[in-house]
């Protein structure tokens, strides 16, 4: 029996220098993102630019960096469990994700305990960073974007009685719209109707009925893209005629083919990239070619190029740090300025979020047209 | 409210109302023959919806074709799960037959994330039918229209199955008693099958119905509807067809009348709405058309 034990300790032994030896031959990144469910649009996007990132930059230090993408399936407790899985059994050094503020959260959780960091793509929501060590972000924060589509209602298109359709079962749809309403109300707009629904409810008739009757020249939609786009389609059938806008989320570049002519002027806030954008900066560009090299019949989007902007900075922490330690990226990540990703130039701040402008884009004769950017008045 | 807004929210209703009516007769068709909770239902709904969009997409077949395609292609479906998960079990507890259900669903559910992938897709819908009509401040679509009517023509066509054919009487005999049914000679596995036919082709048409008047596909699309069809069912008596209608519209009325007078409601609408529905239980336990004595089909 004895023996036995020694045995097994040998071979844990063994086995444990085997593993370390396999931890610091490569660079061990994971994904965990929304491949399947609700989200998967966005996820399915996101992990794209980060495999695209990963084929341009697969090593690191001189080391090979190894890619474990984990779907969360669009689920909260799924994505905690996702971020475990990455951590205890892939043994991972850092991770990206995830699309969606409540399963950045959920998985955040974990990865902050296990003091792993972690760069979110496009989680928005404030509390997603907020009071953790290792959770880092590549997108600006939702006070900012729903300030940014107030600012652009009210004071460039002076618009001003507005209306919000919420999903209350979602934290990034409910953190949006109240900084939206912040933000209107302070400028001197009105909100003239609130009112709520679940994600998975497919009929909107009744709420639009009612939102009609109060007759806003704006409604605020900071609902996900497949809700957005049969909202649209049920506003369109009522006869309603206010200008529609949203959140990066209904930023997607099957909108059109998906919502077909009830998406026409809407208006969305979205990170500063967009393959219709004028004046790109060097690395938007590179981008952009090589995206359309890969898939000719598909556009770029800003989810793509979050993914692929998450991968590198996380790689530019790597190669400044010198080291692939765990504590080492996270110091690394809390020091980076004015990096130079697809979606602009990029620092993070002392919460941790990216500080960038806010884009607005604009469907326009069925396409999706980048209008400009705007600093949004607080 | 005024009266226009009012009659807009009826017509919004009826469309509802009769997809769940619809959707929850599939489900009291087979819990009135076999006492089974056929959890395939809604899966079976998700194909009806997409097998119009392939027909129309990869085989460029009319619109009409391809609906027509779909129903009798899922309705071979229904048959084929009867046959593979259910039929095998006719004889097994009850409990592990409801197992299979579950599984099947599974299964489906999840061959469909792999083939169709889970992006939602965009509902082709025939021109006539997005045309708005204004009759003076009403806005009405043909298709709120078209729903409840094909939906009360299948009602129609059903009753006639279940009361006035050979087959139907066969269905009514297995709902009575399974075992004399056999010894009288009815062929009861035949007769099951074409209720599985029967109940799928209604599943996919109204996952059609529901595609065009919710224009996206998602292979989970038919989860929500489903549970909430297979409530209606309950409410209105599990395994009485005039229930299932019954208990669908109500649900219908009950979602969007919520929403139309209590607006500060609508997050919470499934909650008010099921509040309702329990206290409908609550006086009759058997629900709205459950009586013990009556035909079950």
């Keep these: 029996m004895k023996r036995l034990g020694v045995l097994c300790m040998v071979l844990a032994m063994v086995c444990g220098f085997a593993g370390m030896a396999l931890a610091s031959d490569t660079v061990r990144v994971g994904v965990f993102l929304p491949l399947t469910g609700q989200n998967a649009f966005g996820g399915q996007l996101e992990l794209e630019g980060v495999q695209m990132a990963h084929k341009e930059m697969g090593e690191v230090l001189g080391k090979k960096v190894e890619l474990f993408v984990v779907d969360n399936k669009s689920d909260k407790v799924e994505s905690a469990n996702a971020v475990k899985r990455l951590i205890e059994k892939e043994k991972v050094q850092a991770i990206i994700g995830t699309y969606g503020s409540s399963l950045a959260m959920a998985g955040g959780e974990v990865s902050e305990k296990a003091g792993i960091p972690q760069v979110g793509t496009s989680c928005t929501n404030p509390l997603v960073t907020q009071g953790k060590k290792y959770i880092f972000r590549v997108c600006f924060i939702d006070p900012f974007q729903g300030a940014g589509a107030a600012t652009y209602a009210f004071r460039d298109l002076g618009l001003k009685k507005a209306a919000l359709l919420i999903d209350v079962a979602n934290d990034y749809s409910v953190g949006l719209a109240s900084f939206f309403n912040k933000s209107f109300t302070k400028l001197g707009g009105e909100i003239v109707s609130t009112l709520n629904y679940q994600s998975g409810d497919q009929d909107f008739t009744a709420q639009l009925q009612e939102i009609m009757s109060k007759q806003p020249d704006v409604l605020f939609i900071p609902s996900y893209f497949a809700e957005g786009a049969i909202i649209m389609k049920q506003a369109q059938e009522l006869g309603a005629t206010f200008q529609i806008m949203g959140g990066d989320a209904m930023d997607n570049p099957e909108i059109t083919a998906i919502g077909g002519s009830a998406v026409e002027g809407f208006i969305h806030t979205t990170f500063p990239y967009d393959p219709s954008m004028p004046d790109m900066n060097p690395v938007a560009q590179k981008f952009t070619a090589e995206w359309t090299k890969i898939n000719p019949d598909k556009d770029p989007n800003v989810n793509a190029a979050l993914g692929y902007d998450a991968y590198m900075i996380i790689m530019d922490a790597i190669t400044r740090a010198g080291s692939a330690e765990p504590q080492a990226i996270r110091d690394a990540l809390a020091a980076t300025k004015d990096f130079v990703g697809v979606t602009g130039m990029t620092t993070i701040n002392e919460t941790h979020d990216a500080e960038k402008p806010v884009g607005l884009v604009k469907i326009i004769d069925g396409k999706k047209t980048y209008v400009g950017a705007i600093t949004p008045e607080l | ?297």
């Excluded at chain 2, 061959?111 to 889970?118: H, K, L, N, R």
């Design chain 2, 1 to 297: 409210m005024t009266l226009a807004t009012f009659i807009q929210h009826f017509l919004n209703s009826l469309t509802l109302g009769s997809l769940y009516a619809l959707i929850a007769i599939g489900y009291t068709m087979v819990y009135g023959i076999l006492r089974l909770i056929n959890f395939a239902h809604s899966e079976i709904f998700m194909l009806g919806a997409y097998f119009v969009f392939w027909g129309i997409t990869l085989f460029h077949l009319p619109w009409a074709a391809a609906m027509v395609v779909s129903i009798i292609s899922v309705a071979g479906i229904g048959i084929l799960v009867d046959r593979v998960a259910y039929r095998p079990l006719r004889d097994a507890p009850r409990i592990s037959a409801l197992i299979s259900a579950i599984g099947v669903s599974f299964f489906l559910q999840n061959v469909a994330i792999v083939f169709f992938q889970a992006i939602p897709r965009q509902v082709y819908r025939p021109q006539w039918l997005e045309q708005p009509m204004l009759w003076g401040d009403v806005r009405v679509l043909p298709l709120t229209l078209f729903v409840p009517l094909l939906s009360f023509c299948l009602m129609m066509v059903l009753v006639y199955i279940v009361y006035h054919t050979k087959a139907g009487l066969g269905m009514r005999a297995i709902s009575k008693d399974i075992e004399t049914s056999y010894l009288m000679g009815v062929p009861v596995n035949k007769v099951i099958a074409l209720t599985f036919g029967i109940g799928s082709a209604l599943a996919a048409a109204s996952g059609i119905m529901w595609a065009l008047r919710y224009p996206q596909l998602q292979p989970i699309m038919g989860a929500i509807p489903g549970f909430k069809a297979f409530i209606a069912a309950v409410v209105g008596g599990i395994g009485s067809i005039q229930g299932a209608v019954i208990g669908g519209l109500l649900l219908g009325f009950i979602e969007i009348m919520t929403v139309a007078f209590f607006p500060d409601l609508a997050g919470y609408r499934d909650a008010f709405a099921f509040i309702l529905l329990i206290c409908v239980l609550l006086i009759k336990p058997t629900g709205i058309m459950g009586v013990k004595t009556e035909d079950k089909v």
